[in-house]
């Protein structure tokens, strides 16, 4: 199973807030497989350096990428293309339009907590999304 992670799901991982087991298990599953576009890793990256300092956000992306997550950088034009098609048809933040995006590539399943962004989407079937919740 691939996995696609929001920056919301990492962020509960990280720092131990409601969710996190669910997280936890995904990215230690062995059948499975998770990714995050380096959009949604910026976005982690930039939280933990406003909060505490590069330092900080090095480790926050240390900690992600030691779990075994996969970062990806598609960005060729079919696949900006498609982000933006998402952006243009749907009121949903950018990094999320990758997060999307790279699911639907891989055939995988959204992991968020982002339902303001994500239970619009829900019955145009894009892809599968789980909340953690």
């Not at 920056?7 to 998770?34: K, R």
């Not at 990256?45 to 926050?60: L, T, W």
């Not at 900006?80 to 790279?102: N, R, S, V, Y």
């Amino acid at each position: 199973m691939n996995y696609v992670l929001d920056a919301g799901p990492m962020i509960a991982f990280l720092d131990d807030e409601p969710g996190a087991g669910v997280v936890e298990q995904v990215l230690t599953e062995p059948e499975s497989t998770c990714y995050a576009h380096i959009f949604n890793l910026m976005e982690i990256y930039y939280i933990y350096f406003r909060r505490r300092g590069e330092g900080v956000a090095e480790d926050a992306l240390q900690s992600l990428l030691d779990t075994g997550l996969t970062m990806r950088d598609d960005h060729d034009t079919a696949f900006w293309k498609e982000a933006a098609t998402f952006k243009g048809k749907h009121a949903i933040a950018l990094p999320d339009t990758f997060c999307l995006t790279l699911a639907r590539r891989l055939n995988g399943t959204v992991i968020t907590t982002d339902h303001t962004e994500f239970d619009p989407l829900i019955p145009f079937g894009y892809c599968p999304i789980l909340f953690i919740r």
